[in-house]
């Protein structure tokens, strides 16, 4: 008999309750309305000459014009955004920083097994590098590092948990009272605690601080400039036109993630995933207490279906994650971001985690499109002779690796051989996922997979394991 899940797909707590404590939600993304946005900046209204421009005004292309004028400040750096900076994924992702740039171990060992060693080094490095930048620059983006603590909700989880911990401690294994210091549910079995490299941000404060930081630096930001086009002639400089002129540029940085790529080539290899979240109101000493959460650190589950959830600076929880939506026609729409089935199974989880805090309101329900590549990790490389990069892919655990993704599109874009670029992710692309009308049966037939695995105590179906015979996995 298959060991029942923690969370179900039908909603068991109180309807009345959810529908009570998702009353009133706002569906700004808490960070957006949390965060003073700066100005609006000026639209491009004519043609332009560039040394480098880069497409995106996410967290890969604010650390891209950012890297480039800290490596080369003479160099004329002109960043544009189809509509502000930081308003897609940069500025309503849960805002955990984790140094891996591999999606998980399992994953990394699924993709590119000959090369963690090098990809963990290039991973603290990065993690460094970020801390210190943002610390440099005096950008007040939260950043706390506080640690991780990913916990067992199932039987089958107990035993991978133990087997990860770390003889010296980080990360440390916990049963009992010793996991009860760190959080108190119904559902927690056991845990795990990595204190090393997980930071948090408060992602749109992050974003406007790296947009500030880049104007100072000498970039050129045009907002509400959306690239329809990119052109590679033989000669001369990269044609990228948008609807107020033409931007030439020597370089081009493409940072647009999960939108449609300028490179019509490169659009099978993501599809847009659409994440949601909750944001509770603010809570008190006494609730926290009572959940046994004093902490500052995140939580996550072990399932592959999984929940994260961390706090806020005035003691909120954010709780996302479990539904991964994919909507047909692999369009990006507003329209999307609202999903009220989601919210009420994540309301509905939420209760079953922490029965402790019944009543308790959510002031924010949002999602946001994940860019999901086949690899779960992001992937560069370079075309048109050189002139063009891209970096895209990130599949929701992304904040850091998108600091790596910038520097390893400059360093394809200088022609210069460095370990970034020699990775395999940096030189072959991901398998693709098939057009419409094939993508949508296909993904929602993976889906109702992993979620059996996860009944399943975590065995795999034929189709998971066929599908890791072609290099796609699900594990993180």
Known sequence: MSTPTAYGHDIRTDEAAIRAALSGASSTPFWLDDATAPPERPTLTHDIDTDLLVVGGGFCGLWTAVIAKERDPQRRVVLIDAVRVGW?????????????????????????????????????????????????????????????????????????????????????????????????????????????????????KLAFGLAEVAERLGVEIFEKTRATGLRAPRTGRIEVTTAGGVIRADRVALATNVFPSLLPALRLFTVPVYDYVLMTEPLTDAQLSDIGWT???????????????????????LWGGYDAIYHRGRMVRPSHDQRSESFERLADHFALAFPQLSGVRFSHAWGGAIDMSTQLVAFHGAAKGGRVAYSAGYTGLGLGATRFGAETMLDLLEGVDTARTRLKMSRRLPVPIPPEPIAYPLIQMMRRAVARSDRRGGKDGFLLKLAGLFGVGFDS
């Not at 902490?295 to 003691?315: L, P, Q, V, W």
């Open 295 to 317: 902490g500052r650190h995140g939580i996550a589950d072990s399932s592959r279906e999984f929940h994260y959830y961390r706090k806020t600076a005035d003691n909120r929880i």
């Open 88 to 204: 897609a994924a940069s500025g309503r992702n849960g805002g955990f920083v984790e140094a891996s740039l591999t999606h998980g171990e399992e994953n990394g060992a699924l993709h590119f097994a000959d090369e963690l060693a090098t990809l963990d080094r290039l991973a603290s490095e990065n993690f460094t590098a970020m801390r210190e930048t943002i610390a440099r620059y005096g950008i007040d983006a939260e950043w706390e590092e506080t640690g991780m603590l990913t916990v067992a909700t199932e039987p089958h989880q107990v035993d991978d948990l133990r087997a990860a911990a770390d003889p010296d401690g980080d990360p440390l294994f916990l049963e009992g009272d010793a996991l009860r210091a760190y959080g108190t549910s119904p559902l927690y079995r056991a845990g795990l605690f990595t204190e090393r490299e997980h930071a948090y941000v408060h992602p749109a």
